[in-house]
């Protein structure tokens, strides 16, 4: 410990100073205020002793510019003073001062109130210490964070890059994809394959949670229902010609459940919509595995929603699904949604009610394909009051114009 004493009397300093080297500290002497903050701009003490009576610049004066000078570490700063009175020594401590002595100075008075400051500066180092260590280890997790950062972005790109086409126009029918994660990653997965000439398939998945271990299941389900490799798309098969051609979407849910639950180790299950659209009559055949119902947006603006429920995919080894048919005419929409949207809420926490999101889709059919969807998002960030949702927003959108034969029977 450094101590710098600061008194006009020599024999006050003599005496002090042989103290405290009798007890081990380094000690430092000024004949002034002026001479210590010389000293002080040389090499700062750990500890001051100061006398309050002091000509030129008192002790109060200089307790007050030795706290203004700049320094890393806490300076201990004791007054000596014949000074008894609460008012004076509540003013020292106003100044800055941490301990008063009284003079004649006793020594083992002087002895304790030095072990006082060692300790708070001890206190102080050992702050400064653990101070410095965390923030050392918050520059270390602030660095893993910007690696995490860095690729959930590019898992971000990654899990978009499942949707290789948002939109696909197959001349008697658009199909159009939104899919907005409500983090970086999330749990939805929309897309769409090609069959033959005469059908195309579309889904709409759902994993349980959000974050990294949902979308890569959505990743590979993707791979499971792909629209570039046929031969690795689960809803298809091969007829006795060599050609394509589609499974009951039932029979495809099945599957999935059973690979689930016997290839895929993992907590997750989903919720899942397949359907299976027959371009030329509109005829759609669909099976639903506890995803919400979908909705069929008739030409003159009437909405009703459609399905038999169903259990999701992969909690039960022996959970069945059922299918059902409907027939879009010319100017039909069929809208398949994640309860992302079924369910989102607004400011209060009341939740979107099915009228009004037959309203809302009542209200935006002016548009068409990926501008329908833009405008369904943006009534519903009007609904909730922001554009960043709870849930992941997920849709497919079916705009079917008609084909050949439905329009000679129309």
């Not at 008697?172 to 409500?182: F, I």
């Not at 990926?370 to 405008?375: I, N, S, V």
Request: proline share 3%; charged share 25%.
């Amino acid at each position: 410990m450094r101590v710098l004493i600061v008194d006009d009397s020599k024999l006050q300093r003599r005496i002090l100073t042989a103290s405290l080297q009798r007890w081990g500290y380094q000690t430092v002497e000024a004949e002034s205020a002026e001479e210590a903050l010389e000293k002080c701009s040389e090499e700062m003490p750990d500890m001051v002793l100061s006398d309050w009576m002091m000509p030129g610049m008192d002790g109060l004066d200089f307790c007050q510019a030795f706290r203004k000078l700049p320094r890393q570490s806490y300076g201990y700063f004791i007054l000596l003073t014949s000074k008894s009175e609460k008012e004076a020594v509540a003013k020292g401590l106003d100044c800055g001062a941490d301990d008063f002595l009284t003079k004649p100075v006793n020594a083992s008075e002087l002895r304790a109130r030095l072990n006082a400051g060692d300790r708070v500066l001890q206190m102080e180092r050992e702050l400064t210490e653990k101070n410095a260590l965390i923030s050392q280890t918050l520059k270390k997790l602030q660095c893993l964070y910007d690696d995490i950062e860095r690729d959930l972005i590019e898992a971000k790109k990654l899990q978009q890059s499942l949707m290789r086409e948002k939109t696909r126009d197959f001349g008697t029918a658009t199909v159009s994809l939104l899919l907005r994660s409500s983090s970086h990653v999330g749990g939805d997965l929309v897309g769409f394959f090609p069959i033959n000439d005469a059908k195309m398939g579309v889904y709409a998945i759902d994993v349980s949670g959000h974050g990294i271990s949902s979308a890569l299941l959505t990743a590979r389900l993707a791979g499971h229902l792909s629209s570039t490799v046929p031969e690795q798309n689960v809803a298809l098969t091969k007829d006795e010609n060599g050609n394509f051609v589609p499974l009951p979407p039932t029979e495809v849910i099945t599957k999935l459940n059973r690979m689930v639950l016997t290839e895929m180790e993992t907590e997750h299950y989903f919720t899942m919509l397949l359907a299976e659209l027959d371009l030329e009559t509109g005829k759609v055949s669909l099976a639903q595995a506890g995803h919400p119902y979908p909705i069929v947006l008739r030409a003159d603006g009437r909405c009703s929603e459609i399905g038999v429920g169903g259990m999701p995919v992969g909690l039960l080894e022996d959970a069945r699904f059922e299918q059902c048919e409907l027939t879009l005419n010319p100017g039909d929409r069929l809208i398949i949604q994640s309860d992302g949207i079924t369910e989102c809420t607004d400011s209060k926490g009341n939740m979107l009610e099915a009228h009004e999101l037959h309203r809302n889709l009542s209200a935006v059919r002016e548009f068409e394909g990926p501008q329908f969807l833009d405008a369904l998002v943006q009534r519903l960030s009007e609904f909730t009051g922001s554009d960043q949702f709870d849930d992941d927003v997920s849709a497919v959108l079916l705009d079917y114009r008609g084909g050949q034969n439905c329009a000679r029977k129309c």
